[in-house]
């Protein structure tokens, strides 16, 4: 393992945390006026363009790249389409943050159709992501301990992503904003899972490391 590869995990929880208090912040920034329950996580950000909600947006994607390698180097089964799920998650979020979308009753730019379709991309890759994920992880002895929250964490980013799917078509983005922010949080939870077990793992095999080494030099 690479120097460098060493600090992944680290970077991972560094950025995931950073994320999840910038996007908190960021919603007590904009316009007071809009009603989060109906205005999504983008569009309040727009209110306030340049704020810390991109910043956010943006580490939670290095952030889930970095995680991606930390899983790889400590052995995780994630090859395959997982792998691309993860990245699929990662980039979108990455072109979401750097791409605008427009302010709520405006009409829709190329700019803003692109923010859309990255943002379904990564609503829908991360989910998928944790259901394979959790059937791996069941016949994996490392990661077997948490193979039963990744599958109710797979559910409950299901049930989100059928919830707003409804509420953006037939429902009329009625409670969109309080629906985003609840599949948000599922999916945020399946990276804290995996940022704190991939810790978890590398932290005990570097205590394995330097045990044998202490004891073959003794």
């Known amino acids: ?23 908190i912040a960021g919603q007590l920034g904009p316009d007071a006026t809009l009603d989060w329950l109906n ?14 909600t991109e910043a956010g947006m943006m580490a939670l994607g290095l952030g889930s790249l970095a995680l991606l390698g ?3 180097s400590t052995g995780a089964p994630v090859r395959g389409l997982p792998e691309w799920l993860l990245r699929i998650w990662s980039g979108a979020l990455i072109v979401a943050a750097i791409v605008p979308t427009v302010p709520l009753g405006l009409d829709m730019t190329t700019e803003a159709q692109v923010h859309r379709y990255v943002s379904v991309a990564a609503f829908v890759a991360l989910p998928a992501a944790a259901a394979l994920l959790a059937s791996r ?3 994996n002895r490392d990661w077997k301990p948490v193979a039963r929250t990744m599958e109710w964490l797979a559910l409950a980013g299901g049930f989100g992503l059928a919830a707003i799917t409804y509420v953006a078509l037939p429902g009329d983005r009625v409670m969109i904003g309080l629906v985003e922010r609840v ?11 995996l940022a704190a077990w991939v810790v ?19």
């Open 1 to 23: 393992m690479s120097a460098i590869q060493r600090f992944y995990p680290l970077m991972a929880v560094v950025a995931i945390a950073f994320s999840v208090v910038a996007v």
């Open 200 to 218: 978890r793992l590398a932290w005990a095999k570097r205590v394995q490391f330097l045990t044998y080494h202490n004891f073959l030099t003794s």
């Open 39 to 52: 205005v999504t996580i983008s569009e309040y950000a727009v209110a306030d363009r340049g704020g810390i």
């Open 137 to 139: 992880f069941a016949a």
């Open 70 to 72: 930390a899983l790889r």
């Open 183 to 193: 599949l948000l949080a599922s999916e945020v939870a399946v990276l804290v899972v």
